[in-house]
């Protein structure tokens, strides 16, 4: 919790690749009770204030995947990814993962299939989760969408 909430990064792209590391870490194993003090602690320190804009709505959107809330975590993802400066591969991933998971568990599946065909294309095709949400989002195209996947 120390480097969230209190280290100035001198690259903004470690702090980034740092708290994206904790999130997943945390988020993936922790229920949503069991995270939402982490989450709140977090947001409430006295360095929140102190971060940069993008970096409180990336905590933010940690806090939205940590109580498994899909329309926040849409709503919080979708501009990150539009307006966030060169990122790494791993946080656009993650960024798209949680957009396109908040869209399609929120039932607003048009826009869910609208940003896999702006950011969903090259690599992050063949990821399963990638095309679990793409096929959920629009099914009538799926097995066209993913054919050359599977002839392999």
């Known amino acids: 919790l120390r480097l969230i909430e209190c280290h100035e990064p001198r690259e903004l792209d470690v702090w980034t690749h740092s708290a994206l590391r904790v999130a997943k870490a945390l988020n993936s194993y922790l229920s949503p009770d069991d ?25 933010a959107l940690f806090q939205a995947v940590g109580a498994r809330n899909p329309a926040r975590m849409a709503e919080l993802a979708t501009p990150l990814m539009a307006t966030e400066k060169p990122l790494v591969a791993d946080a656009r991933e993650y960024l798209l993962l ?55």
């Not at 995270?35 to 993008?54: K, Y």
């Open 35 to 59: 995270l939402a003090p982490v989450w709140t602690r977090i947001m409430r320190s006295p360095c929140h204030g102190a971060l940069n804009e993008f970096q409180q709505r990336w905590l």
């Open 98 to 152: 949680a957009a396109m998971t908040g869209y399609v568990a929120s039932g607003d599946n048009p826009k869910a299939l609208e940003l896999w065909r702006k950011y969903g294309q090259g690599a992050r095709a063949a990821r399963p989760a990638f095309r679990l949400l793409r096929c959920h989002a629009e099914p009538s195209s799926c097995a066209s969408a993913f054919r050359d996947y599977a002839e392999r």
